[in-house]
Nanobody
Framework: VQLQASGGGLVQAGGSLRLSCAAS????????MGWYRQAPGNERDLVAV???????SYGDSVKGRFTISRDNAKKTVYLQMNSLKPEDTAAYYC???????????????WGQGTQVTVSS
């Protein structure tokens, strides 16, 4: 199983970016999918998570600006980031809880990280 993230880049403050993360490989089902971010010297923090049923939750610092969504058929999670601020600058990592077989437990998988840089 692999998670492949894309969509990062350099943007000016107030701009927008859309991140994507696709899961591939042999799997039975995907539970929660989410995005985390980590700036240099900081811990990895939750940005947003979406359940298999579509319920969402967000970190306080991104509420009202970021929107998480998923396409279950494509096994892909998205993060639409609007009104970006310099403090949003970080490496963004996607995460998914994946069950590889019907009777297996869910295991967390991580993408490789995509850099988002917001200039002031």
């Amino acid at each position: 199983v692999q998670l492949q993230a894309s969509g990062g880049g350099l943007v000016q403050a107030g701009g927008s970016l859309r991140l994507s993360c696709a899961a591939s490989g042999n799997m039975f089902s995907i539970n929660d999918m989410g995005w985390y971010r980590q700036a240099p010297g900081n811990e990895r923090d939750l940005v947003a998570v979406v359940t298999s049923g579509g319920s969402t939750s967000y970190g306080d610092s991104v509420k009202g600006r970021f929107t998480i969504s998923r396409d279950n058929a494509k096994k892909t999670v998205y993060l639409q980031m609007n009104s970006l601020k310099p403090e949003d600058t970080a490496a963004y990592y996607c995460n998914a809880a994946i069950r590889r077989h019907k009777f297996a437990t869910y295991i967390d998988y991580w993408g490789q990280g995509t850099q988002v840089t917001v200039s002031s």
